[in-house]
């Protein structure tokens, strides 16, 4: 599994850490659990490309959660990936780094 979280929750999270963080502590940024195949699905449904995502299984159950660090550091999400993903793929065609199809 792969977490994703957008780099604007990322700079609240740390905003969020000088505030109200405690020294030494460890916070969690991590509120999409995604797996590599679910992931390459979202980029290849935004570039309108057919692809066969390889097949993956979670065998450990990995799963990262930050309800912990949300709540220590009164944090709520604004952005989720599969809204996104969309906006990347075109970003990417405008820098010509574009290998999709």
């Not at 309800?67 to 065609?93: C, F, M, N, P």
Request: with cysteine; glycine share 6%; hydrophobic share 45%.
């Amino acid at each position: 599994m792969t977490a994703w979280i957008h780099v604007e929750d990322l700079a609240d999270c740390y905003i969020g850490v000088a505030r109200f963080g405690s020294k030494g502590g460890h916070y969690l940024a991590a509120p999409e659990n995604l797996s590599v195949s679910q992931v390459s699905t979202l980029f290849a449904e935004a570039a309108q490309v057919e692809f066969l995502a390889p097949v993956f299984e979670n065998k450990d159950k990995v799963i990262f959660d930050d309800s912990h660090t949300r709540e220590l550091l009164q944090l709520q999400w604004k952005y989720k990936v599969a809204d996104e993903v969309k906006g990347w793929v075109e970003r990417i065609k405008e820098l010509g780094t574009y290998f999709l199809e």
